[in-house]
Structures are given as C-alpha cells and as structure tokens.
C-alpha cells in the first residue's frame, strides 16, 4: 500500500468514526424525551388515579437554564415537583387531576374552549366553586386531549395579586386551584396541550413552550 | 498563500516551513477565523437585542445573535479560505494572483483552488458526505414510522428530522451533478482550459459547505418545524433552529446563483472553435438550461428569506395577517423559487442519460435537436407553473385551470426526452455496464414519477391527492429515481477518469440492483399509502396502514444499506486495490475520454478544434472481444 | 447517413421487423391491460362514494389511469423488448445503426402528445367547474356556484384543532363535524394562526386554513356514514395529532336532533363567541407581548 493510499485510509477511517459520533449524537437527540411520570394512585373509594399538576409563568433557570422565561407545566411525583409533561394513567378508569395555577390571564384565540368540556359531569370546581364555564379573557391556559375530548380552561392569578409567582416552583404564591376528574377510556397515547398564546416573545403567543414537548404540551399515555 | 501567477506557472512550488503553511490561507484559518466569526456576531447580537447580555446569553432565544453569528462566520470562513485576497489586491493596486493552489499536492483539495478539476472532485466528496448525512436522517424516520403512534422519536424532533433530510436533499443535491460533474467535464467537453469565474466556481463550492453545516447545527437550537417549504407564519413561530434553515437556502440560494451564472457564462464564451451550439454534447445543454433556471429561480428564494428572517428578528410583517401581511405571499415567492428548483433537479439527469446512452448503444444520439428543445421547453415552462402547489389553497381559484393546462403541456417537452431515449435504444447494441443499467432504471423511474405527476396536475385528483404521501412518492420518483440514479450512473461512468482507477464491477452490480429493487419496494406503496389517505409528515398514522408502512420501512433499510454497499466500494476499489483503470474503458467518443489520466492542470496542450458533435457512433469498429461485460481496450 | 446497411449484426439471416412486432406486442398488451384498469384498479383509486365530489374524483381518477396506461405499456414494454433484443452479443463489440432521428416519427409524437395533454387540461377543467371545484378549496368567491338551498357551515383551524361554526343556528360552534345527507354544503374554511388544511378523506374535500381567508368548498354527502377529518399541510408540532374520527353524516332529521342538542349545551360558549365573520384575526397577532 502507497504511503498516498495510507493517508487516504486514515483520514477516512478518522472521518467514519466522526460519522459515525455524529451519528450517534443525531439519534440521541432525537430520541431524547422528557421522563414518564406515572399517576399516583388516589385512594381506592374514588375509584381512580390522581394527577397533580402545576402551572407556572416561568420554569426558572433551576429546572431549564437554556428557557427560563418560558411557561411551563410540573407534577407532583413523591412530593417533589418534576418538569415533565409526559404522564402514564391506567386505561378504563377515573383520573382525578388537581392543577395549581399560578400565571396570570391571557385570553384565549377561540372562546370555543372556555368551556369546560368532556369531564366527568360536565363541571370542574375552581378554588372549591363548582363551574361549567370560565370568562375566555380571564383563561391563562388550558389542559385538553383533544382526542378524549376533555376540555379544561383555567383561569389565571389577577394581576394584582398581592403574591404573583415568578417562577418555578412556585409553592407558597398566590393560585387558582382546578380540579376535575375524567374518565381514560381506550388505551393509546393521546397528546395534550395549552391552547392559550401563552408564549411570551413569540408571533401570536403560538411557538416556543407551545410547541415544545416539556413546557405547555406532552403526551398522556393510557395503558 | 501559495499562488503562483499566470505567467510563472510552472509546477514548482515553494516549500515553506510547516507553520507558515498551516497559517496560510487554508482549511484551518477558515474553521478558526469562522468559529471566531459566529462569536463576534453572537456577541454583538446579544449587544444590540437584549435587554441584558447576561440574561440574553444565557438563553437561546435571540434570533438577531445567532444570524448574525452565522453570517460573520461564513464571512470569516470565506476570507480564511482565502476568498478576500484577490478583490484586497485588485483594490490596492497590486498584481493579484490569476491561479490559486493549482499545482499543490493532496492539500490542493482543502482550500480555494481555481482548477475546475479539483473543484470537481471537492464537490463529488463534499455533496457525497452530506447525502449521507440526508440519508440517516430517511433512516429515522422510517424508524419511526414503523409503529403508528410515535414512540421512537420525539414529535418536534420528528419534524426537524422531516425538515432536515428534505432541505438537505433539495439544497445540496440541487448540485448534485452541476457541482461535481459539470464543474470537472463542461470545460473540457468544450474545449477550454478553465471555467469563466474560476475564483466563484470555488466560492460555490466552499458556501455550500458551510451551508451544509449550518443546516446540521440546527439540532443545537431545537430543530425547525416547517420541512423543507419552510411555510411562514409556521416559520415564524418557530424557535432559533429555524434560522439555521433560513441561512442554509440563502447559502444553498447564493450558491446556486453563482453556480448557474457562472456556467452559462462558460458555456457561452468560451467554447472553442468548431464548437458549435448544434455541436454541444447534449449535458453541456441541459447544464446551460439548468444554469438558467438557476439564475432566474434563485434570487427568488434569498429575497424570501430575506423577509422571512426580518419578519423574525426586526418585527416587520411580510407574512404575519394581523400585521397586513399574507401567508400566500410566502407560498406564491417560494413556489416561484421552488417549481422551477424541482427541473434544476431533473435536468442534469436528462442530459447524463442522453449523454451515456450512445456510448453504451454505440449508436449516435436519436433526436439532438428534440432533445435540445425538450430541455429549454422545460426550462421555459417550469416557470408557469408554480401555483399547481397550492391548487387547493384558495388563491387564484379562477386560475387553476390555467395552471392545470401549463402543468400538463410540460410533459410535452418532457415527452421529447422520453422519445429520444427510445429512439436512441431503437436496434441498439446495449452494453450493459453499470452506468447503462442505472440509465435504464433512471428511464422507468422517471416514467413511474412522470405518469403519477399527471394525477397531481388535474385538479379533482390534486384534491385528494394533495399534501399524502403520493405527492411524497411521485417527487421521490422523479428526484432519487431521476437525480439520484442518474448521479450514480455519472459516477461509475466518470469516476474512473476523474481519478485514473476502477470500481469493482461486481459490488457495482450489487448496489444497482440492491438499489433499484429496493427503491420501487419502498416508493410503490407509498403511492398506494396517499391513495388510501395518509398525510406526509406525520408520525401518526391509522393502525389499518401499519402493514404496508412495515414493508416501506424495511425496503427504506435495505435502500439504505445498498448506500453502504457503494461507500464500501468506494473505499475497497479507490482506496485499497487501486486497480488503474483504462484510458477509455467505454469507448466513448467524447473528448474528456480522450486525455491522458490524470488530466493535465490545462486539460489541453492546444485548444482542440471540433468538426464534429461526440455522437459519432455507428459506423464500424473493429474492437477484440473481451468477455463478459468490458471489451479489452483498443487504444482510444 | 443511413449506415444500417454495415452494422446488421445477425448477417444474412435477416433482422425481424422490429416495428411490427413491438406494435403487436403493445397493442395485445394494452387491450388486456386496459379492461383490469378501468374496470378493477381505476374504481379502488378513488375515496369512495361519500360523496358527490368523492364520486366524480373516483371517475377522474379512472380517466386518468385509462390514459396512462398504453404510455406506461409503451415505455415498459419498449424497454422489455430492447433489454431483449438489442442486445450487445456476447463477446461482441459491435455498432449500432447511426440513425440520427426521423422526422416522421417526431412530428407524429409531438401531436400525439400535444393532443393526449391538450386533451386532459380540458376534461379536467370541465370536470372541476362541473363538480363546482370537485371539492376543493375555491377561494372567497367560487368561479361556479351550486344553485339552490345551501348549508353554510365554517370551519375554523387553529393550532392544533378543527372547530366548526353553523352560522344558521345561532352560530353555534362544535368539535364534530355533523352534515345532514343530501343536502349541498357550503364550507368556509379559515385559520385563526398558521396554514392548516382541512381533508375530509371520504368526503372528497381538501381545503387549506389560511390565516385571514376564507377558503370555500361545496360538497354534497350521499351516504350516512362516520367520516374522519386529518390535517394536510405541516402546522407545528402536534400536526400529526391534528384529526378527529368522530364525525358523521347522518339524515336531515338526525341532524336537526343533534345540533339544537348541541345549541344548548354548548350555550355557555357561545354566549361569549365572537359574532360570526367570514375570518377572524384574533389579537395579539404581533410577535411579542
């Protein structure tokens, strides 16, 4: 072999390895997802799983130091509160969900999904009160499946509460709390999501943690 | 810098020191002055943006930085390379060097070098490497697509892969043959000793490189949502990977441009004597009707993105409805840019397949002049019939039957094509080499790509078929079955000139049928997949296509591994056996076959004169026979 | 120019005539290939009968196979027959016939084409004013407009869901998509963010969402069934996730029953609706706060 021949094979031994690095690094990427989090069970008269969710208008560097001003979503697993938005419930059963809300009022694009739709009973209960609707400018997210047809505004902090939360976590701040129960059907991996323009800093409040799985949408795997 | 001048031009060069020549004007000083680049325009991005540099830098969400930082480091990339010397000297009065790197050894290949040959091959490496890179991409997302709920893959990930693999395709391939092919065989094929621009025919080359890497970066920056259209406002939306897409097309836009400007300015003023337009070899033509489509298509695309990049960063509203834009204007520019994009793609393989078939039919080429106007009638028409994208967008409803009638007239020159093939194959000696057989695969591709884009043009059938995956199979027909197999035919027809070796014949045959089984496998069903109602870019799909999306998946991976078939040919025959291959191995009568190998720097000793086209088979030739496949050589 | 004479391959023995027997080869191949088209693959191209429009596609669709295949029999088999015929004898390193072309032959396939197009763009014209836009998205003002009673219904795109608004009964707005059957249907279709498009696959209609435009398409239902509806041009993330299979077209009288049943329960939210416009442009529409 010419020393020409040798040369070329070391630099296309060395650029092979780089693909293949590169290659590596693309599917992780591409794989990488935010973690699973299971429904605790709830006890067994009500006949279901537990959900506990919080809303916050920032994520804080401490849980994304590349997005910290961006509105997120956490759960409460083993009382600690995680950044996921990916959540596994049993199939056939009732899902009792309890949302912190900590941001302010947006308004929604559509007051189509001011009401609340697809619940048990067709109601929520907000801070206790037991409602079928929301005013659409005082909504500061939602929590829809689309596919199972729930449909949960949630009304934001006034903007003069004395205590806003800045960002996450925001335990101790000044909230609205949801809760609401459906029931899970079919088994299948469903996607949820905000449809308020809650995205500060982006056209129409539509991108950025909107349309990131983590922040203001995910997945609800019913198994 | 290692130029030498016109007039000392002989191989001599100085050896200097090795630091002085890691310092010079190369490879390294163009990666250190660009990466210095991006943080300059970074950091002054954060400078002129943010509230606070602290704040700002810490997030990734300052479009005007990373813009900035992309195009200070392209600019400092180009001046490492050493693409500002010769304007600096021109402007300070001194004599510039007319030739750079011509007569170094191995390290002409890694820098700004005028001889089109080296260019050439930069290119044949360059676009080969990122192909590949498209192609992993296809991997994934046929992993994904094997279940019908997404597990494998992310869904915004998903979608940059959708928007990768595509943008890759469509913009680096646009030079798939034009770059490589052209750029080393237009010049001797017309007898001149260089390209018009040879200092831009360089620059084409070194900004889709970093084109190509910029668009790979956009994984660092969360990936772009819109594919390969790139749809405002969608692309407004979108976090900072999408100004990776936006800089990529404008690179991928300016190259193009200077590319095609560049080739026609070849092609017109410096054929030599006797060289005349009824003369050209049939690709030199279809390389002047893509050039043109080139020229006027491109800067469509950059002033596009252009304003999709200031409606990101500085707030205007070209495309944002609230703000008195329109989401039509982005579909009208980039469909504009984008129809005419699709021919660039197409072209150059009418003419390789035009250019091979004598050779392989040993007959002269059937229909020259058909051929030769099929070619500039497409390039006429495929700038009347951009709107049949957006058949059922609600523009222009009145004018669809217009666009119907342009987009179906087009496959009357298309046709023309179609006829020459057949005519030229009409009681033909066929030898089926490799590069034949990816001829005659390229054939029934593009008929199957053809005859599926007739549905797509009538408009009650577009309804349907619109935005599925028949749309999906119809342009994977005609650009990897046309642009693709054609590629691969110029590089076992070509390849063994450009570098003075052989390919082994049998790993050959082994990736054409590998490949073309696998690809009508794969591309079949898809047709029948957007029959049946399944959207492009989705990774959910009804549970009741699993079936046949299982069989697309595995043929994509056996597609994908005839791909590994060649690269281990590439390596196996050109690196490691180095069996030389004959002057003239297929016996062609073109003149390129006629040059010793290596071809000398000037390509010519003296400028040629031509009294003939390079068609002139048919009359006969005593050759011995040599068994099999490859009659032995009887002196070219 | 004519050297065909010096390149006859098989010596005296005498070349077949080629033409003729191509010709009869495509002809036989054809008329059996043409019955199978229209008869067995044409009628599994369309979406079905779900409708007037899906109807008239599925015969378009048959029209235009039927066209296509002596081309596509043309070409296969012509390259069947060379990869046989002309071959390069073994061993041999014979020339071809310097044939440079043949006028006849080209003008004969410049009109033949010329005809075959010229003749399709006219029958699809035809049969896309016909159908009144054959179910696709016409625009704001449809060059043809069915005649009598319509039901106007709006469908309104938004990241990353379809809703649909009757303007008829008190602008009501539901996630199904409920058409009584036989009744002509006037669908508005607009976006209140990105491009999205509306495919209703087995009614035969495909429209795209434009933020600000109202997008027209007719569609006549003529069998009861359920019906899905999927998003077709790429919107964001959820894209994929963008259908809804609950949808059906039930009788007149079914669908009285169900939208006065939705009139009332969705009472709450359509109190607060804005009033019904041909397109809506939600604020904040800048980017930014």
């Known amino acids: 072999m010419s020393l020409l021949a040798k040369k070329v094979l070391g630099v296309s031994l060395a650029t092979a390895l780089v693909g293949a690095l590169i290659g590596l690094y693309v599917a992780a990427w591409a794989t990488s997802q935010p973690p699973t989090i299971v429904a605790t069970s709830a006890p067994p008269s009500s006949g279901g799983d537990r959900l506990t969710l919080m809303t916050v208008p920032a994520i804080g560097p401490k849980y994304s130091p590349t997005h910290p001003d961006w509105v997120s979503y956490l759960i409460r697993k083993n009382g600690k509160w995680v950044h996921s938005t990916i959540y596994t419930v049993p199939a056939n059963s009732i899902i009792h969900v309890t949302i912190y809300q900590y941001d302010s009022p947006t308004g929604l694009r559509n007051p189509y999904l001011s009401q609340v739709q697809g619940t048990i009973g067709g109601t929520m209960t907000v801070d206790g009160k037991t409602v079928n609707s929301i005013p659409p400018e005082e909504t500061s997210h939602t929590f829809v499946i689309p596919e199972l047809g729930v449909f949960i505004p949630l009304p934001g902090v006034s903007e003069e509460a004395k205590n806003p939360c800045e960002f996450a976590p925001c335990e101790g701040a000044d909230t609205r709390t949801v809760t609401f129960s459906f029931y899970s059907g079919k088994k299948g991996r469903y996607h949820w999501q905000c449809f308020v323009p809650c995205a500060a800093g982006f056209i129409n409040g539509l991108g950025g943690p909107m349309q990131t799985v983590g922040y203001m949408d995910g997945f609800l795997n019913v198994v | ?636 | 120019m004519s050297s065909s004479q010096a390149a006859e391959p098989h010596g005296g023995g005498g070349e077949p005539n080629h033409a003729v027997r191509f010709a009869v080869l495509w002809v036989v191949v054809t008329v059996i290939a043409l019955p199978v088209v229209i008869f067995v693959i044409g009628p599994l191209l369309g979406p079905g009968n779900g409708s007037e429009q899906s109807g008239a596609q599925g015969t378009d669709y048959t029209v235009l196979a039927t066209v296509a295949t002596p081309v596509l029999t043309l070409v296969v088999l012509y390259l069947l027959y060379a990869v046989t015929f002309f071959r390069q004898p073994k061993g041999a390193a014979l020339e071809g016939p310097a044939i440079r072309g043949d006028a006849r032959v080209q003008t004969t396939w410049i009109i033949i084409t010329s005809l075959l197009v010229l003749g399709l763009a006219a029958f699809g014209t035809v049969r896309l004013e016909t159908n009144y836009g054959s179910g696709s998205g016409s625009g704001p003002s449809p060059l043809t407009v069915p005649k009598g009673p319509k039901l106007p219904v709006q469908v309104i795109a938004q990241q990353w869901l379809f809703t649909y608004r009757y303007p008829t009964y008190g602008g009501v707005e539901t996630r199904q998509l409920y058409l009584p059957k036989g009744e002509m249907v006037e669908l508005h279709v607009t976006s209140i963010d990105v491009i999205h498009s509306f495919w209703a696959y087995k009614l035969g209609v495909k429209a795209d969402a434009n933020p600000g435009v109202d997008n027209v398409a007719f569609v006549r239902p003529t069998k009861l069934m359920s019906f899905g509806v999927r998003c077709a041009e790429l919107c964001g993330v959820w894209h994929g996730y963008m259908y809804n299979n609950e949808n059906r077209v039930v009788t007149p009288a079914a669908f009285l029953a169900w939208i006065h049943a939705q009139q009332k329960r969705l009472a709450p939210a359509t109190k607060v609706l804005p009033p019904y416009a041909k397109t809506y442009i939600p604020e904040p529409s800048r980017r930014g706060e």
């Not at chain 2, 697509?145 to 597990?151: D, F, G, I, K, N």
Request: with cysteine; proline share 6%; glycine share 12%.
């Open chain 2, 1 to 636: 810098m290692s130029a030498i001048s016109e007039a000392a031009s002989a191989p001599q060069p100085i050896r200097q020191p090795v630091w002085r020549r890691l310092l010079g004007f190369n490879l390294l000083t163009a990666v250190i002055l660009g990466v210095g680049g991006y943080y300059l325009g970074w950091w002054i991005g954060h400078l002129i943006n943010g509230p606070s540099f602290e704040y700002e830098s810490a997030t990734d969400e300052n479009d005007v930085a990373l813009l900035l930082g992309y195009i200070f480091g392209v600019v400092g990339f180009l001046v490492g390379l050493g693409f500002a010397n010769y304007p600096i000297s021109r402007l300070l009065g001194r004599p510039a060097s007319l030739r750079e790197k011509e007569s170094e050894g191995i390290g002409r290949y890694f820098g700004l070098c005028t001889d089109h040959k080296v260019v050439g091959m930069q290119y044949l490496v360059g676009i080969g490497v990122f192909f590949f890179v498209g192609g992993l991409n296809a991997m994934l997302i046929r992993a994904e697509l094997l279940r019908p709920v997404p597990t494998l893959v992310g869904p915004s990930q998903y979608l940059s892969l959708v928007g990768m693999h595509g943008s890759m395709m469509m913009g680096m391939m646009t030079s798939g043959i034009l770059g490589p092919f052209a750029n080393y065989f237009v010049p001797i094929m017309i007898g001149a000793r260089r390209m018009a621009f040879p200092r831009i025919e360089s620059l084409t080359f070194w900004l889709l490189m970093a084109a190509g890497f910029i668009l790979v970066s956009t994984i660092f920056f969360g990936g772009f949502p819109t594919g390969w259209t790139g749809y405002a406002p969608l692309n407004e939306q979108a976090v900072m990977g999408m100004d990776s897409y936006i800089v990529f097309f404008g690179l991928v836009g300016i190259s193009m441009c200077l590319l095609g400007l560049n080739m026609m300015a070849t092609i017109i003023t410096m054929r030599a004597p006797g060289m005349t337009w009824s003369r050209l070899p049939i690709f030199v033509w279809s390389v002047f009707a893509t050039a043109i489509l080139m020229v006027l298509a491109a800067p469509m695309l950059i002033a596009t993105l252009a304003m999709a990049a200031l409606d990101r960063t500085i707030n205007t509203s070209f495309f944002v409805v609230g703000g008195g834009g329109s989401a039509y204007l982005f579909e009208n520019l980039f469909w504009f840019f984008g129809h005419p994009e699709v021919y660039v793609l197409a072209l150059p393989g009418f003419g390789i397949v035009l250019e091979l078939l004598p050779v392989f039919t040993r007959k002269p080429l059937w229909g020259y002049r058909l051929a030769v106007s099929g070619m500039l009638g497409v390039t006429l028409l495929s700038f009347f019939v951009w709107q049949h994208h957006l058949f059922v967008s609600g523009i222009n409803a009145d004018l669809r039957p217009f666009y119907m009638l342009s987009t179906e007239i087009i496959s009357i020159p298309t046709g023309f094509i179609f006829l020459c093939v057949i005519g030229t194959l009409w009681k033909a000696r066929i030898w089926f080499s490799v590069p034949m057989l990816f001829v005659l695969a390229w054939v029934f591709n593009f008929l199957i790509g053809g005859l599926s884009g007739v549905a797509l043009s009538d408009v009650p059938t577009d309804v349907g078929l619109h935005g599925s995956f028949f749309v999906m199979a119809h342009f994977h027909y005609t650009i990897m079955g046309g642009l693709i197999f054609s590629f691969f035919a110029a590089i076992y027809y070509w390849v063994p000139k450009m570098t003075g070796l052989r390919f082994n014949e049998m790993l050959a045959k082994w990736h054409f049928w590998l490949m073309f089984i696998s690809f009508n496998s794969t591309f079949l069903p898809l047709f029948v997949l957007g029959l049946k109602g399944m959207p492009r870019r989705v990774s959910t799909y009804e549970p009741s296509l699993q079936g046949l999306n299982v069989w697309v998946s595995i043929s994509a991976f056996v597609l994908g591994f005839s791909m590994l078939i060649f690269l281990f040919n590439v390596v196996y025959s050109l690196i490691f056996v180095r069996k030389p291959a004959e002057a003239n191995p297929w016996h062609s009568k073109s003149i390129e076959w006629q040059l010793p190998t290596p071809i000398p720097v000037n390509n010519f000793e003296q400028i040629p004169v031509f009294d003939s086209d390079p068609y002139d088979y048919g009359t006969p030739l005593q050759l011995d026979g040599g068994g099999g496949g490859q009659p032995a050589t009887a002196g070219a």
